[in-house]
Structures are given as structure tokens and as C-alpha cells.
Nanobody, 130 residues
Framework: QVQLVESGGGLVQAGGSLRVSCVAS??????????TGWFRQAPGKEREFVAA????????FYADSVKGRFTISRDNAKNTVYLQMNSLKPEDTAVYSC?????????????????????WGQGTQITVSS
């Protein structure tokens, strides 16, 4: 079983930066075919894809709305994936959740929907004030 726990959310002003983390426990991802993604859900909206990373290769993929502003990365030794968010906008306000697919044999661009992931964290709130 895999557990994912996010941390690092909070309140930030527009134009600011924030980094959220997601620690995975229950399984070592280092040499596995694992993809980890970040999703977000704003009030009244559906959960949407933000970014994904292959644990083995480190290859990343981003939604157009965050490309150039957000960076996803992973630390294999710590079983942790990060989402560095810069130039934040009020429309980035949402609950951010990490997710893992333990049988991801393709690149991260193939895993961009909620149905592509089997394991989810509880989410962390990020609020960007204008």
C-alpha cells in the first residue's frame, strides 16, 4: 500500500512563490515504473492536471497553464516529489493533491487525467491573494 502526504500549502500574494512537497511511504519508487502527478481543484471546478514526473528518468510534463512558472522534481532518496510554484496568480488558488501511478511504463505526458492514478494524497490548500 502507498500513502502520499502533502505539505507546504498556505497563503501567498500574487507574484510570490511557494513549494509544496509530497512524501510517499509504503514503497520505494526509485527503480519502479512510477509516475507522480500534481493536480489541483478550485471551488466549484473539476480536478485538473498540473504536472507529472517519471521517477525513473526524471522526465517532466506540464499543463499549459503552469508551464514556465511551476517546476516538478523528485528526490529519490527521500521518496519525495516537489512542486515549486513561482509567479503565482489568484487563479492558481486551489487544493493541490499529489498522485501516484505504480505501473507507469510510458512517459509522464501519458498520465494527465485523474483516471491515470491509483493513489492520492489528501491535498493541501494554496491561496493566492491579489
Amino acid at each position: 500500500q502507498v500513502q502520499l502526504v502533502e505539505s507546504g500549502g498556505g497563503l501567498v500574494q500574487a507574484g510570490g512563490s511557494l513549494r509544496v512537497s509530497c512524501v510517499a511511504s509504503g514503497r520505494t519508487f526509485t527503480f519502479s515504473s512510477v509516475a507522480t502527478g500534481w493536480f489541483r481543484q478550485a471551488p466549484g471546478k473539476e480536478r485538473e492536471f498540473v504536472a507529472a514526473i517519471s521517477w525513473r528518468s526524471g522526465v517532466t510534463f506540464y499543463a499549459d497553464s503552469v508551464k514556465g512558472r511551476f517546476t516538478i522534481s523528485r528526490d529519490n532518496a527521500k521518496n519525495t516529489v516537489y512542486l515549486q510554484m513561482n509567479s503565482l496568480k489568484p487563479e492558481d488558488t486551489a487544493v493541490y493533491s499529489c498522485a501516484a501511478n505504480l505501473r507507469a511504463f510510458s512517459g509522464p505526458s501519458y498520465y494527465t487525467t485523474v483516471h491515470d492514478y491509483q493513489h492520492w494524497g489528501q491535498g493541501t490548500q494554496i491561496t493566492v491573494s491579489s
